[in-house]
């Protein structure tokens, strides 16, 4: 009598194949999805759940609220009518960020009839590596218990590749869950017919794997981006829309795709940086990790992950040996740096053939520099761990002597305001005219200090540009620049002008703008107002 009602099984699963197959023939995409759905109940196997799937694209969806609490509300509204024809549009709709927010909706989708499209869903969100703390195993467990439920091995051999640790925190008691399906020989030809047909109707796009190599063949350039955006959002993966909202936000800035940036990245970064570092060390720009900070050079095997092409920012830490330094810089896949920070000018000096950074921060100077690295901005720091500090006209001496100088555009040194007359008598009377601005930069300027930029004005001038770069958190005073300025000579000061890069309270505030007015007193110029964006005062 199995045996009977097996057969019964697998020549309905054929039948309904062969049916679907006729309605996507004639263009009915609504009854050749409904056919496979048949299908997959009868015979579930997880190439008749990608049928599905693929078949569900062509179907139409509802606009949901943009809004998330107006989205979740309605989603979870249109649940509630149990009606398979809504799935497309809830399906389409990317999962809650907190696993709590994900339970619900797969509260609702359990009460579904069995559907392919469900446990593609569920499954796809596992692959993606998405909820995984500790409040996620609720979750975990009622998805897989229904699709196993549903006769999907797909579960079942998940759970089974799992090591003791993840299998325990994930699926603590879950046990029984199916790992083998059998198909029989006539309903795999429907199956294969299936898909040429859908093939047919759908010719296969570019595979995901192309897409992203022509990204990286071409980091530099937005077009392969674009494409891979659209591929990507036409399979409803999240990844397509981040791509195109940076791509406009490249050209233009909109604070609503700004905040779904942010929203897709909080979701998603933990993913989208696999491979390269930690989601919290990564910036992304137009779609790809861009700028890696704060750690050590990746491993050679690292390294074969194409993504590092379209890193063109690395900051490293200092303290690292030159030769693991220069054999990460030298792999092809770093070619595209253009922003080096955290490097010593000793594991320069072991990098052969040309190269050129937009921004060369070095640490621990003052040693030699390959004549084939070239920078339009070059950043000198001492160690941040007690370095001693490094007198100007010794910082100065050494960069007079480097050979690619008049590459230089921007020099910045690791000096406070006490050095302000004489950086600026270098500027105007000894610094190559090649050189557009000099830069005091402390190493500490993220807690308390003054970051002044000074360029040529006309005469014997400068003009200085001061950033305030403290916050809130109860740095001392740094009241010092009101004196270098007051010692400047008269007349060597064309324009300054001061922001402060966060908004300082009033009693801060107050002493800063006090200790600027003694210093632009003697010049004739009026305090500038210190908030978070440059005003500019001439004489």
């Not at 078949?55 to 989205?71: I, N, T």
């Not at 002493?511 to 440059?534: F, I, M, S």
Request: net charge positive; hydrophobic share 45%.
């Amino acid at each position: 009598m199995a045996k009977a009602n097996a057969k019964a099984t697998t020549e309905t699963a054929a039948t309904l194949l062969a049916d679907a197959r006729a309605a996507l023939e004639r263009g009915d995409h609504a009854d050749a999805c409904s056919a496979i759905v048949r299908a997959w109940t009868a015979v579930p196997s997880p190439r008749i759940a990608a049928l599905a799937a693929r078949a569900a694209k062509r179907l139409p969806r509802r606009e949901l609220p943009s809004a998330m609490a107006a989205r979740e509300a309605a989603w979870l509204e249109l649940a509630r009518t149990r009606d398979p024809g809504v799935l497309p549009t809830l399906l389409g709709v990317d999962w809650p960020v907190h696993p709590r927010g994900g339970k619900a909706r797969l509260a609702e989708l359990v009460q579904f009839p069995p559907d392919p499209r469900i446990a593609e869903s569920i499954l796809t969100l596992w692959q993606a590596g998405r909820y995984r703390s500790n409040a996620s195993p609720p979750f975990w467990k009622l998805g897989f218990r229904t699709i196993a439920g549903w006769g999907d091995p797909r579960p079942g051999q998940i759970v089974k590749r799992l090591d003791a640790w993840n299998r325990d925190a994930y699926f603590h008691n879950v046990r029984g869950l199916p790992t083998d399906l059998t198909v029989d020989a006539a309903t795999a030809r429907e199956i294969a017919a299936l898909e040429a047909v859908i093939d047919r109707a759908n010719p296969a796009p570019v595979s995901r794997d192309a897409l992203f190599a022509a990204v990286y063949a071409e980091p530099e350039s937005d077009a392969p981006r674009a494409v891979l955006g659209d591929a990507l959002v036409s399979d409803d993966d999240p990844r397509g829309e981040l791509i195109l909202l940076q791509l406009q936000l490249a050209a233009k800035p909109d604070k609503k795709a700004e905040t779904r940036v942010r929203a897709l990245l909080r979701d998603h970064a933990k993913q989208w940086t696999a491979g390269i570092a930690s989601e919290r060390a990564c910036t992304f720009r137009r779609g790809f990790v861009a700028a890696v900070r704060g750690g050590t050079p990746p491993s050679p095997k690292a390294l074969a992950n194409p993504a590092w092409r379209c890193v063109d920012e690395l900051d490293l830490h200092y303290d690292l040996p030159a030769t693991q330094v220069a054999r990460a810089l030298a792999h092809p896949n770093l070619a595209g740096v253009r922003t080096l920070a955290g490097v010593r000018a000793s594991s320069l000096a072991k990098l052969a053939g040309k190269r050129h950074f937009d921004r060369l921060v070095i640490h621990a100077p003052l040693a030699r520099l390959p004549a084939g690295i070239t920078m339009r901005e070059l950043w000198l720091r001492r160690p941040p761990s007690g370095g001693k500090p490094v007198e100007l006209d010794t910082y100065l001496a050494w960069v007079a002597s480097l050979p690619q100088l008049g590459s230089v555009r921007v020099l910045a040194v690791d000096l406070e305001e006490s050095a302000l007359a004489d950086a600026a008598a270098w500027l105007v009377a000894k610094a190559p005219r090649t050189l557009e601005q000099l830069t005091l930069a402390p190493t500490n300027i993220e807690l308390w200090r003054w970051q002044l930029d000074l360029t040529r004005a006309p005469g014997k001038a400068v003009a200085i540009a001061a950033t305030w770069q403290g916050n809130l958190y109860g740095e001392r005073y740094p009241e010092g620049l009101g004196a270098a300025l007051a010692a400047m000579p008269k007349g060597s000061i064309a324009r300054f002008s001061a922001h402060a890069k966060n908004r300082p309270d009033a009693t801060r505030k107050k002493r800063l703008e006090q200790d600027l007015a003694r210093g632009l007193r003697a010049h004739g110029l009026p305090t500038p107002n210190l908030v978070p964006k440059r005003v500019t005062n001439a004489r």
